[in-house]
């Protein structure tokens, strides 16, 4: 029934470093550069990355970087498409890296270094426990790209008892997607 927008709890940076960044719920960064936009959540043992821009780039760290020392644990294929995720090899090589399996097969086929290849990979659903936060991945059927693991009002979090399974709304005119690769 409510559907408004998480508010947004801060507003760390500015169009003058390339990126935006909003706090659009407990732990939970949303990145965006105008065009294309990264998700991060601070969990109490890590970070948990979702895609990675090439337009984002290294200002994704960057942008960790003024939240959290942490290091980033875990990383997320949300689909295949290099303009989402062609440069996930920003993430460190030793942090798991989750996809849907028909995601993992093209990344395998496409063999691109800066698109490492999936190390978890689902078929349906996936749970991703990280200290006090946990990520749900849903794969609900081929939508935007086959593989495509969810759409972001899928993207169900919980930290702790505040947020128990809360599903995200993103605020309107933050799910704009590019083009296929
Ligand atoms: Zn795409």
């Known amino acids: 029934?409510?559907?408004?927008?998480?508010?947004?709890?801060?507003?760390?940076?500015?169009?003058?470093?390339?990126?935006?960044?909003d706090e659009i719920a407990d732990g939970i960064f949303w990145l965006g550069d105008g065009s294309y936009q990264n998700m991060f959540v601070v969990t109490d043992e890590g970070v948990i990355a979702i895609d990675a821009p090439p337009t984002l780039g290294n200002n994704i760290l960057r942008a960790i970087d003024r939240v959290t020392k942490k290091p980033v644990t875990h990383v997320v294929y949300s689909?295949?498409?290099?303009?989402?995720?062609?440069?996930?090899?920003?993430?460190?090589?030793?942090?798991?890296?989750?996809?849907?399996?028909?995601?993992?097969?093209?990344?395998?086929?496409?063999?691109?270094?800066?698109?490492?290849?999936a190390t978890e990979i689902f078929?349906?659903?996936?749970?991703?426990?990280?200290?006090?936060?946990?990520?749900?991945?849903e794969y609900p059927g081929p939508n935007h790209s086959e593989?495509?693991?969810?759409?972001?009002?899928?993207?169900?979090?919980?930290?702790?008892?505040?947020?128990?399974?809360?599903?995200l709304t993103p605020p309107p005119g933050r799910l704009r997607s590019g083009q296929p690769v």
């Not at 029934?1 to 960044?21: E, F, I, T």
């Not at 062609?86 to 086929?109: D, F, H, K, N, V």
């Not at 078929?123 to 991945?137: E, M, N, P, Q, V």
């Not at 693991?149 to 702790?160: E, I, N, Q, W």
């Open 147 to 167: 593989g495509n693991s969810f759409r972001p009002p899928r993207l169900a979090v919980s930290a702790g008892r505040l947020h128990p399974w809360k599903a």
């Open 123 to 137: 078929d349906d659903a996936i749970t991703i426990d990280a200290g006090d936060h946990t990520l749900r991945l």
């Open 79 to 117: 689909h295949h498409h290099s303009d989402h995720v062609g440069a996930m090899s920003i993430y460190p090589e030793r942090a798991p890296r989750y996809a849907q399996r028909a995601t993992a097969q093209r990344l395998e086929l496409l063999a691109d270094p800066h698109r490492p290849p």
């Open 1 to 21: 029934m409510n559907s408004a927008p998480a508010q947004s709890a801060c507003r760390l940076s500015s169009s003058a470093a390339g990126y935006v960044m």
